[in-house]
């Protein structure tokens, strides 16, 4: 039997291999964060990257090794609630490049092992605020992350104003539009990964997964499309005429080459804060 740090250090080196990390503070993390911690008592109810259109199955027995593979683990299967897939969520950590002493916001937070990931990325000298708007999921999130003195939770949507600004911002949910407030707390460089997605199955929404990079031009972000996702919807911040919008613009381009975003002058605080794509993006 495989002890389960040589079960984790392997399961991380596999993620690096199969993600392409760049990032080693994201292999090192993966490899110390234990998984088992974040989800409810096995066995779980799990589904992997190629079977999506599958019903899921559930593990043999509650043995912890099971939940170290490219899968996504179900925290509540009865409303389709997944601790996503570790590839896909490490190659969005792995984008944001994170570096100790670093300020986050993880929004979308479940019960709190990606966040604990990127804790562990930016180290006791950095921050972190997560937050979901499951008042139930934060509370676990919070209990789950209590040793991470650097990790703040809350229960919320995300949508007010921050006092505070951020190095990265992690969007694990799905949305229309990326709301003014978060990109107004983007420091001067900072990264933004966020998935733009259509609702198809509600409530999962597939789309592109995109990197936003503030400039020194406080009008312009650097945009680039990291994945296509299928990924659990926001609650409460997604736009109706926006869904619709996004839905006719991925199925002429499901692919979009967005090169940067670029703010309205003419209307700074509505949720269709860009030019272009759906109203939105800029496809310059």
């Known amino acids: 039997m495989i002890d389960l740090s040589v ?41 992997g990257e190629a079977d999506f259109q599958q019903p899921p199955r559930t593990t043999p027995d509650a043995d912890p090794r099971h939940v170290y593979h490219n899968l996504a683990i179900a925290i509540d299967p009865g409303r389709q609630l997944f601790n ?16 100790a002493g670093q ?10 092992y990606y966040t604990a ?3 562990r990325c930016v180290g006791a000298s950095g921050h972190v605020v997560a937050i979901d708007a499951d008042e139930a999921l934060a509370a676990r999130a919070k209990a789950n992350l209590v040793s991470m003195p650097w990790v703040a939770v809350r229960h919320g949507d995300a949508s007010g104003p921050f006092d505070e600004t ?6 694990n949910a799905g949305m229309t539009h990326p709301l003014p407030v ?53 609650i409460g911040v997604r736009d109706d005429a926006l869904n619709a919008k ?9 692919f979009p080459a967005v090169r940067h975003l670029r703010r309205d002058p003419h209307d700074p605080g509505a949720s269709c804060w860009f030019h272009g794509f759906t109203s939105c993006l800029s496809l310059e």
């Open 7 to 47: 079960r984790r250090r392997l399961y991380a080196e596999e993620i690096q291999a199969t993600s392409n990390l760049r990032t080693s503070a994201v292999v090192e993390a993966l490899a110390a964060v234990p998984r088992e911690r974040f989800l409810p008592p096995g066995p779980w109810t799990i589904r």
């Open 84 to 99: 996503g897939a570790p590839g896909l969520l490490a190659m969005a950590i792995d984008v944001l490049a994170l570096e």
């Open 103 to 112: 300020r986050v916001l993880h929004v979308g937070c479940g019960t709190g």
């Open 117 to 119: 990931v990127m804790a």
């Open 166 to 171: 951020f190095d990265a911002i992690l969007i």
């Open 182 to 234: 978060w990109l107004d707390a983007l420091e001067a460089g900072g990264r933004m990964v966020i998935p733009l997605t259509v609702l198809t199955a509600p409530p999962i929404g597939k789309g592109p997964m995109f990197l936003f990079t503030r400039t020194a031009d406080p009008a312009r972000l650097d945009a680039r499309t990291v994945s296509f996702v299928a990924i659990y919807s926001a």
């Open 246 to 254: 996004l839905g006719d613009a991925l199925r002429t381009n499901p």
